[in-house]
Structures are given as structure tokens and as C-alpha cells.
């Protein structure tokens, strides 16, 4: 299951802004319902710009004490190619001062000092990115070769 943040914003944060505190709110709420899926089986990946380190190691510390494994994976890419990618022109917005509160622009990012997997994306295909994931992702499932190879593996297709 991915959880995607843009998405938990339509319905289940959506009464909630970009106030660092409401950034909080968003990450936990994501996470207690990260935990919901991973307690029924499901493999959940939750895409979700996490500005501060202690949400992060709050929803890792929350996981880690109901037994589920937690991996915190890094997107690590310049604010320089993260605004090349801009699909809607939210960094140009930020920039003009249309939108305030804006990650990386006017409120504050932390990059991770303990991501269990970095992605350079400005330096990887997306390809090479996704097999890295792909691979990270399997190691911590521990799936059985017959499901590894269904899954993406040799022969496999995702």
C-alpha cells in the first residue's frame, strides 16, 4: 500500500495546514494509519515530506514498540532539483511569496542523520532509484524466492 501525503490531505488531514505543529499532526496521523495497515499484513510506504526529525523518530519509535518494522528511506535531492520537477509551479509560487510556510523555502527541513536508505535521485535514474527501493523493501519483508520473483525479482514485474 503507498500512502501518499497529497492524498491523506484530501480526507483525513484535511483540516489541517502547514503550520509546523499541523505538519506534526499530518505525520502522526499518516503513521497511525501506516501502523493500522502493517498490523493487517499489508507493506506500507508512506510518501510524505517530513520536515523534523523528532516525527520522524516519533512514528519510527511508535512502529518499533507495536513490533513492525520501520525504515526510513531519504530522498535526497537538491531544492534546485526538486523545483526542476515542480509539475505545478509550487516552488515558483513559494518563491513569489504566494505561499507561505513552504518546505525547504520559508519553514525549515532536516535532513535525516539515520535514513536507513538514501536515494540521490538527482544523480540516479528513476529506474535505478525504484530498484534500489524495490530491493530495500524486499529485504525487509523476507519474502520466499517463489514471492520475491512475483514481486519483481528475476522474471518478476511490479
Given at each position: 500500500?503507498?500512502?501518499?501525503?497529497?492524498?491523506?490531505?484530501?480526507?483525513?488531514?484535511?483540516?489541517?495546514?502547514?503550520?509546523?505543529?499541523?505538519?506534526?499532526?499530518?505525520?502522526?496521523?499518516?503513521?497511525?494509519?501506516?501502523?493500522?495497515?502493517?498490523?493487517?499484513?499489508?507493506?506500507?510506504?508512506?510518501?510524505?515530506?517530513?520536515?523534523?526529525?523528532?516525527?520522524?523518530?516519533?512514528?519510527?519509535?511508535?512502529?518499533?514498540?507495536?513490533?513492525?518494522?520501520?525504515?526510513?528511506?531519504?530522498?535526497?535531492?537538491?531544492?534546485?532539483?526538486?523545483?526542476?520537477?515542480?509539475?505545478r509551479g509550487l516552488y515558483q509560487k513559494a518563491r513569489k511569496g504566494e505561499i507561505k510556510g513552504f518546505t525547504g523555502i520559508d519553514s525549515p527541513y532536516e535532513a535525516p542523520?539515520?535514513?536507513?536508505?538514501?536515494?540521490?535521485?538527482?544523480?540516479?535514474?528513476?529506474?535505478?532509484?525504484?530498484?534500489?527501493?524495490?530491493?530495500?523493501?524486499?529485504?525487509?519483508?523476507?519474502?520466499?524466492?517463489?514471492?520475491?520473483?512475483?514481486?519483481?525479482?528475476?522474471?518478476?514485474?511490479?
Open positions: 500500500m503507498i500512502l501518499d501525503g497529497d492524498n491523506l490531505r484530501h480526507g483525513l488531514c484535511a483540516d489541517l495546514g502547514f503550520s509546523l505543529e499541523d505538519r506534526a499532526e499530518n505525520i502522526r496521523r499518516a503513521g497511525e494509519v501506516a501502523k493500522l495497515m502493517a498490523e493487517s499484513g499489508l507493506v506500507v510506504i508512506s510518501s510524505l515530506i517530513s520536515p523534523l526529525c523528532k516525527e520522524r523518530d516519533a512514528v519510527r519509535s511508535s512502529c518499533h514498540a507495536s513490533g513492525l518494522n520501520f525504515s526510513e528511506v531519504y530522498i535526497d535531492a537538491p531544492i534546485a532539483a526538486c523545483e526542476k520537477r515542480d509539475p542523520q539515520k535514513a536507513d536508505l538514501v536515494l540521490h535521485t538527482a544523480n540516479e535514474k528513476v529506474e535505478e532509484s525504484v530498484g534500489r527501493l524495490l530491493e530495500h523493501v524486499l529485504g525487509l519483508v523476507q519474502l520466499k524466492e517463489v514471492d520475491r520473483t512475483s514481486a519483481g525479482g528475476p522474471g518478476g514485474q511490479i
